[in-house]
T-cell receptor, first 110, second 113 residues
Framework: DAKTTQPPSMDCAEGRAANLPCNHS???????VYWYRQIHSQGPQYIIH???NNETNEMASLIITEDRKSSTLILPHATLRDTAVYYC???????????FGAGTTVTVRA | DARVTQTPRHKVTEMGQEVTMRCQPI?????VFWYRQTMMQGLELLAY????????DSGMPKDRFSAEMPDATLATLKIQPSEPRDSAVYFC???????????FGPGTRLTVL
């Protein structure tokens, strides 16, 4: 599976959009980009995933560059409850193995 | 709101004791995963079941760990004998299929003294 690179941490002001970058320059054509987050003392939570088109759901938007070598997770209006570790994972659609790296620790401040 | 449940939430035991962790997957999900999370190693996949059959347990120490699904509503992870290095948070996750989103439980925090 392709490896991902994320910044170790970032701060965000409450109510503002949080833009979380992820580099996956070795991604293959059949690999999806998944985002999970883990709030302290809880299990990881699925956020969104995509192949090459931008995706949006009730939690977030996922923007994937045309060359698919990087992506950005957007939390449109961050709240204090969005403080968590966010994991960007690249995986084939038929591969159950999710490789969780170190992720980005996002702190939303009032 | 369907959720994966895990019991116990916390377990403190002494080295050498047997530990059994239980997981109830979301009703209708036929895939179950066991993960372990430590500060040093992060989240690691231990085992994977589909339709109650173990398909991949390559991430699990074979000599002391065992995973089973006695029925569709219960998955168990057993450690015998436990060691201090097994101290971690153990997560169970379930999904509708191999390609489905994985839904994680709240975890079992295990401390082996």
């Amino acid at each position: 599976d392709a490896k991902t690179t994320q910044p170790p941490s970032m701060d965000c002001a409450e109510g503002r959009a949080a833009n979380l970058p992820c580099n996956h320059s070795t991604i293959s054509g059949n690999e999806y980009v998944y985002w999970y987050r883990q709030i302290h003392s809880q299990g990881p939570q699925y956020i969104i995933h995509g192949l090459k088109n931008n995706e949006t759901n009730e939690m977030a938007s996922l923007i994937i560059t045309e060359d698919r070598k990087s992506s950005t997770l957007i939390l449109p209006h961050a709240t204090l409850r969005d403080t968590a570790v966010y994991y960007c994972i690249v995986s084939r659609s038929n591969d159950y193995k999710l490789s969780f790296g170190a992720g980005t620790t996002v702190t939303v401040r009032a | 709101d369907a959720r994966v449940t895990q019991t116990p939430r916390h377990k403190v035991t002494e080295m050498g004791q047997e530990v059994t962790m239980r997981c109830q997957p979301i009703l209708g999900h036929n895939t179950v995963f066991w993960y372990r999370q430590t500060m040093m190693q992060g989240l690691e996949l231990l085992a994977y079941f589909r339709n109650r059959a173990p398909l991949d347990d390559s991430g699990m120490p074979k000599d002391r760990f065992s995973a089973e699904m006695p029925d569709a509503t219960l998955a168990t992870l057993k450690i015998q004998p436990s060691e201090p290095r097994d101290s971690a948070v153990y997560f169970c996750a379930s999904g509708l299929s191999i390609t489905d989103t994985q839904y994680f439980g709240p975890g079992t925090r295990l401390t082996v003294l």
